[in-house]
């Protein structure tokens, strides 16, 4: 997309450094890739649009880059796997996660059911079933200097990690909600 907006700008005569330079002012797309710092210092990821495994392994990647002294990693339910081969997945993604993670935590009963997807893997692994257990987990032990990769689908709203982080009052419980027109942040539903 990127490159057929330099692309576009060039054949309106737009010079690549004039592009570069208004490229270089667009906000971060909420949700994807966001980030942000806990109230505790950590650098949070946050990349809970969908989890289908590609764009699992391409926040992984992205989340390597970034320098921090151990990285968290705070996945949810694979969604949209491309075929019947569930356990598969869950394997190829435990493989992929316990390359870059030091601290890893799983979030919802998914997990559970496929938790031999980390057999072999020298990764500690925590699986819970809710989002307020990730979260008390990470507010304990992450803090200046880590780097939470937070992967998740935004029908099982694990934004609200990121917002609880954050400083913000959470106490909705829901384990899926389908508001797809209301984001987290403005939910009137986040802190009843």
């Known amino acids: 997309v990127v490159a057929a907006a330099v692309a ?13 330079a208004r490229l270089a002012t667009l906000p971060v797309t ?3 890739l966001e980030p942000t710092v806990t109230t505790g210092g950590a ?5 809970d649009f969908k989890t289908t495994p590609e764009t699992i392994y391409a926040g992984l990647a992205e989340g390597s880059l970034w320098p921090a002294q151990r ?3 705070v996945i949810g339910e694979l969604w949209m796997l491309p075929d019947g081969r569930v356990a598969d997945h869950y394997r190829a993604v435990a493989r992929a996660i316990a390359e870059v993670a030091d601290d890893v935590i799983t979030v919802g009963a998914p997990w559970l059911e496929h938790a031999d997807a980390w057999r072999g893997l020298a ?14 987990l990470l507010a304990a032990e992450s803090g200046e200097g880590d780097l939470i990769y937070l992967k998740g689908d935004e029908d ?3 934004r609200r990690i990121t917002l609880a982080l954050q400083g913000r009052r ?9 508001r797809r027109q209301l984001m987290c942040d403005d939910c009137p539903h986040l802190a009843r």
């Open 30 to 32: 909420p949700r994807r």
């Open 170 to 178: 959470v106490t909705c419980n829901r384990i899926e909600c389908r």
């Open 156 to 158: 099982f709203r694990l």
């Open 123 to 136: 990764v500690p692994v925590r699986s819970v079933v809710s989002v307020a257990e990730a979260t008390a």
């Open 8 to 20: 576009t700008g060039l054949a309106l005569g737009v010079p690549v450094s004039q592009s570069a």
């Open 43 to 47: 650098t949070l990821l946050g990349d």
């Open 71 to 73: 990285r968290w990693v």
